[in-house]
């Protein structure tokens, strides 16, 4: 059965249907808000492992405004980073910021699921090596092969990501071990509704 995407939480609170495709980034925040027990199956469980956060950029513009990208890209890291390390004045700043958003019902609680579940997704080795907003090639060459394999015919060929995966080291801000740690414990809540505890 095919649904649009704006009744499919829904129909599983409902019980209209048992189960559901769908990103836990997304519905999670809809379940919890109705007080509705799900239990997910990962993606990465069945070997399907999908980058979450990326900046994109065309090549021609890159090409022409290279700092303009690095600063762009550096100003969200290090907005990230700050949102992870201090997620309930986060919550308070986008609320304020935000008015129309912090008058509906359950604002606060899915501001405080976003910000909980994307401190959790960037908990990755890789990203603790280089820094936050890494990109590993490999990983995303798998990726476009798994697409390929699902989505794609037979002789279709992804371009390798070194084609157009850019890592820009000076715009990766690195947290310190400790502050790894405590990022770790604040996640443990939405690492567990993401199926990653």
Do not use: C
């Amino acid at each position: 059965m095919s649904l649009d995407s704006q009744i499919i939480e829904s129909s599983v609170i409902n019980g209209r249907v048992d189960a559901m495709v769908a990103f836990a980034m997304s519905s999670i925040p809809n379940f919890v808000t109705q007080n509705f027990p799900v239990k997910l199956f990962r993606f990465s469980d069945y070997g399907i492992d999908f980058y979450w956060v990326n900046t994109l950029a065309r090549q021609g513009f890159i090409e022409k405004k290279p700092q303009l990208v690095r600063d762009v890209q550096a100003g969200m890291m290090d907005g990230l980073k700050w949102t992870m390390l201090n997620p309930q004045e986060a919550v308070e700043r986008h609320l304020k910021e935000q008015e129309e958003l912090a008058i509906t019902k359950n604002a606060k609680l899915f501001t405080e699921l976003g910000i909980g579940m994307l401190s959790s997704i960037n908990i990755a080795p890789e990203t603790e090596q280089n820094g936050l907003g890494y990109t590993d090639s490999d990983k995303i060459d798998q990726q476009a092969k798994q697409v390929v394999l699902y989505t794609g015919k037979p002789d279709d060929t992804p371009p390798p990501a070194k084609d157009y995966v850019i890592n820009m080291p000076d715009a990766m801000p690195k947290l310190t071990a400790e502050e790894w740690r405590i990022v770790r414990e604040r996640s443990k809540p939405y690492a567990q509704m993401l199926g990653r505890a």
